[in-house]
């Protein structure tokens, strides 16, 4: 770990313990990278047949009709 960096999160498992630090980036880079994120989750999500698409949405899709 660099000296005076502060972690964003620490975890402790047995005698261990783990340290996260985030990247420091600026807002417009986070904007990029997020939009960067959904284009590929766009690309291969069009990548799918038919068939596996509506097996997903069946499996995973939370609107209830009450």
Do not use: A, F
């Not at 620490?10 to 880079?29: A, C, N, S, V």
Request: charged letters at 40%.
């Amino acid at each position: 770990m660099q000296v005076g960096c502060k972690p964003d999160k620490q975890y402790k498992i047995g005698r261990t313990r783990i340290e996260i630090i985030g990247p420091k980036i600026t807002e417009e880079e986070r904007l990029l990278r997020k939009e960067e994120i959904q284009h590929v989750v766009w690309m291969l999500w069009d990548s799918l047949s038919d068939k596996d698409r509506t097996r997903i949405i069946q499996k995973y899709n939370t609107d209830k009709q009450l």
